[in-house]
């Protein structure tokens, strides 16, 4: 049984940038069906798709926030982070981690596994 | 990239049957087969109901199914219960490689 566990700073300062690490068991995120993304939801607002990384490192990222937004891996330590530089107080939200799992020879899927969330505040 | 269009509420009566939409483009709902369907409770994260249209992942009660037509998916829950009053979300894969969320709709069981 895949689990997935999101960690960092819950309290940011405006302009610095926000470091997430999300830590994989009962899997690897080297599985050539997998992608792991990064997902945030602010208080009371809907989802929204950050970016993602699959398994020989190639991302892909939300083209809002393209330009802020860093995802990358550890195989050896099997975890994902998230970096998102600049921020401001409109990235205040619950920061989830998720599987994106294909099926079969698809080569997209659904997000079927996903973390508790971690809060962060920007806030000085 | 913008958000896919879903109705904010939707409500039912229990045992009745309740359908939510979720309007994209021919870039994104319209043109794969990758749209999905989350169910969200306060405080938790959200959990797949539907993925690629309509197929329901093991442990989802039949009650739930999905389709498609145009631009336009569609999350149907037959025989509404209490326990399905939640934020429900829709998904879809887009062009250039990145996936858009819907506005989310929130389902009332009267």
């Known amino acids: 049984q895949v689990h997935l566990q999101e960690s960092g700073p819950g309290l940011v300062k405006p302009s610095q940038t926000l470091s997430l690490t999300c830590a994989v068991s009962g899997g690897s995120i080297e599985s050539g069906s997998s992608f792991w993304s990064w997902i945030r939801q602010p208080a009371g607002k809907g989802l929204e798709w950050l970016g993602r990384i699959n398994f020989i490192g190639k991302t892909d990222y939300s083209h809002s926030l393209n330009s802020r937004v860093t995802i990358s891996s550890d195989t050896s330590k099997n975890q994902v982070s998230l970096r998102l530089s600049s921020v401001t107080a409109a990235d205040t939200a619950v920061y989830y981690c998720a599987r994106l799992q294909r099926r079969g020879y698809s080569p997209e899927g659904s997000f079927d596994i996903w973390g508790q969330g971690t809060m962060v505040t920007v806030s000085s | 990239q913008s958000a896919l269009t879903q109705p904010a509420s939707v409500s039912g009566s229990p045992g009745q049957s309740i359908t939510i939409s979720c309007t994209g483009t021919?870039?994104?709902?319209?043109?794969?087969?990758?749209v999905s369907w989350y169910q969200q409770h306060p405080g938790k994260a959200p959990q797949v109901m539907i993925y690629d249209v309509r197929d329901r992942p093991s442990g989802v009660s039949y009650r739930f199914s999905g389709s498609k037509s145009g631009n336009t998916a569609s999350l149907t829950i037959s025989g509404l219960q209490a326990e399905d009053e939640a934020d429900y979300y829709c998904?879809?894969?887009?062009?250039?490689?990145?996936?858009?969320f819907g506005t989310g709709t929130k389902v009332t069981v009267l």
């Open positions: 021919s870039s994104d709902v319209g043109g794969y087969n990758y």
């Open positions: 998904s879809s894969y887009s062009s250039s490689n990145t996936y858009v």
